[in-house]
């Protein structure tokens, strides 16, 4: 941790002027406003700044934030414009290009004008402002935000647009690709592939795909810091570690959590959705928390604004906001305001006053503590997003993590690339739960196969058989899924609802049946092996136990109850707790 940090917090709020819109004046009535809610620093989006050649208001701006005692913290925001630089498009798998420029679509982060362009603004911030001593600095060096939000899409599924499609096909990913292969000892004439049908070369290129982002941010951090020496962070974005298509986004947490210094994620409780996801919001902590090796600060952003469907933050949020990012690791926060719309401009601004003051008092009490050391780990299986392309893996996933942590376990989610390199022994988990995952990589089965030889407990459900490239582990004990198991008893009797799809289990003999589908054929099995043991589930044990990780609905007209399987919770955290964990 940075020296003094726990007294010095990153506790901020996103400032975006328009510098032809807004006036000094009213840049200087914003600024006091952070100030007196007691937020000690702003996030500023300065592009325009550079986009208008306003420098002398920039340093206006500085001039001012430092007169009343507020930090600041550059962030790299949306540097270049699709309509005046269309030569950077993402190039889709059906030939078209991706021209929506909502939201923070910046083209293809290979190619070299979007590097011209960020480069251009980091840089020119640094050597024009790198000095000023409004600069929020740790150990003396400069923080500073590269890119926020950084991703390749070609849709808003989140508003209802289709899902989106394979990208990216321009000139500088296929010479990328070509580049992968001769690293991989591949054929490099080998085209890119537009579908999965081929799942080897499919995974390739999405794992190719999921290096143009890190590979970015990395040369742009380097070359930022041959100006002057910075701490870099980024503002990985959204919902998108929740779902499948960060595949397509290319956004691989862990391997963008690799380049950066410090942690950021953009999660809200509330954006969405007339559902409140407060579980979401921790999942993406503790992603955050591992992608960045379990060692590095790690700050979320905090919600000061209504949802962008209308709905109203519950007025306990922000309490519960603060709270969920010191539970789950986070010691910075950023919150995000509604600055343009003049009617509420400050109202929720306002309103962060008292949880400042709470988060600040408690970070500082923090200094010296750590979070409990987890002993129960989540698999995240890139390999299983990529080839499924669709969400049972990953909200299964979320769900068991819902689970888990209502049960109170500190959690870690852990990537194919960790437990391939030992994480399990390393960390001395007892227990891994790898949900949904219908395909991993020899690497992995092998990991987990060793974790459970030594004496882990490996609880597994429901995985459907993709193909032979990438199984599901112990995939010979897995029937095929069939549309007529909808129920399976519990050793107390309690039946549990199939909520998606299962398929029947054919253990080795000397597995000990725990419950069993209607039909009587298994449902779960608990399997001994070496010094430990393999609890096998033939159906989605996250989806079977609730609906939704949050726990409210807004909605006025057509409110729904969200499901819980208080039955199901008791079942696995007593399988857990007599494993020892
Ligand atoms: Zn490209």
Same mark, same amino acid.
């Given at each position: 941790m940075f020296s003094g940090y726990h007294h010095h917090p990153i506790l901020a709020i996103y400032y975006y002027p328009d510098p032809d819109k807004w006036d000094h004046a009213q840049i200087s009535r914003d600024l006091a406003e952070i100030a007196g809610a007691q937020i000690q620093s702003i996030w500023l989006f300065f592009d325009s700044f550079y986009d208008k050649n306003a420098l002398s208001r920039l340093r206006d701006l500085l001039d001012e934030a430092q007169r009343l005692g507020l930090t600041v913290t550059p962030v790299l925001g949306q540097f270049l414009q699709l309509d005046e630089y269309p030569e950077v498009k993402i190039v889709n798998a059906d030939g078209? +290009?991706?021209? &929506? *420029? @909502?939201?923070? &679509?910046? #083209?293809? /982060? @290979?190619?070299p004008t979007v590097f011209e362009r960020a480069t251009a603004h980091a840089v020119g911030f640094l050597r024009d402002f790198g000095g000023h001593s409004a600069l929020y600095r740790l150990d003396g060096k400069v923080v500073m935000s590269f890119v926020h939000e950084a991703y390749y899409r070609n849709s808003v599924p989140e508003y209802g647009g289709p899902a989106m499609q394979p990208s990216c096909y321009c000139e500088h990913c296929q010479m990328a690709f070509r580049d992968y292969l001769i690293g991989h000892n591949l054929n490099p004439d080998t085209e890119p592939p537009r579908d999965a049908s081929d799942p080897d070369l499919w995974q390739h290129w999405q794992n190719c795909h999921a290096e143009a982002i890190p590979a970015f941010l990395a040369r742009l951090i380097r070359t930022a810091n041959n100006v002057m020496p910075v701490y870099a962070t980024h503002e990985l974005n959204d919902f998108y570690p929740a779902s499948w298509q960060s595949v397509y986004t290319g956004n691989d947490w862990w391997r963008m959590g690799a380049v950066l210094d410090i942690g950021h994620e953009d999660m809200y *409780?509330?954006? /969405?959705?007339? @559902?409140?996801q407060c579980y979401v919001y921790d999942y993406a902590k503790d992603v955050m928390r591992s992608a960045v090796g379990f060692n590095k600060l790690i700050t979320g952003n905090g919600q000061a604004f209504d949802s962008w469907q209308g709905y109203k933050l519950p007025t306990n949020s922000m309490s519960e906001q603060i709270y969920s990012c010191l539970a789950h690791g986070a010691l910075g926060l950023v919150w995000w305001g509604q600055w343009p719309?003049?009617? +509420? @401009? =400050?109202a929720l601004t306002r309103q962060t006053q008292r949880y400042n003051a709470e988060y600040a008092a408690l970070v500082a009490q923090l200094e010296g503590w750590q979070l409990a050391q987890a002993e129960v780990a989540l698999l995240y299986s890139w390999t299983s997003m990529s080839q499924a392309l669709n969400d049972e893996h990953t909200y299964d996933t979320l769900l068991a993590y819902m689970l888990l942590v209502q049960c109170g376990y500190p959690v870690d989610l852990v990537s194919e690339e960790q437990v391939a390199g030992g994480i399990l022994a390393a960390r001395g988990y007892k227990a891994l739960l790898a949900m949904g995952c219908s395909a991993l990589p020899t690497s992995v089965h092998q990991a987990i196969e060793h974790f459970v030889e030594q004496g882990g407990l490996l609880v597994t459900d429901h995985a459907p058989k993709l193909n032979d490239a990438f199984q599901p582990l112990y995939s010979a004990w897995r029937g095929i899924a069939t549309e007529g198991l909808r129920l399976y008893t519990l050793p107390d009797r309690v039946p549990v609802p199939v909520q998606i799809s299962a398929g029947p289990l054919h253990p080795p003999r000397e597995a000990q049946i725990i419950a069993r589908f209607e039909d009587d054929s298994p449902a779960i099995c608990r399997i001994p092996r070496g010094q430990g043991a393999v609890i096998l589930a033939g159906s989605y044990l996250g989806w079977d136990y609730s &609906? =939704? *990780? #949050? =726990?409210?609905?807004?909605?006025?007209?057509f409110p729904f109850h969200t499901r819980r399987d208080a039955a199901l919770r008791r079942w696995l955290a007593d399988t857990l707790e007599n494993a020892g964990a």
């Open positions: 078209t +290009t991706s021209d &929506n *420029p @909502r939201y923070w &679509n910046m #083209g293809c /982060f @290979r190619h *409780p509330l954006e /969405f959705d007339h @559902r409140y719309s003049s009617d +509420t @401009r =400050y &609906n =939704y *990780p #949050g =726990y409210y609905d807004l909605a006025a007209m």
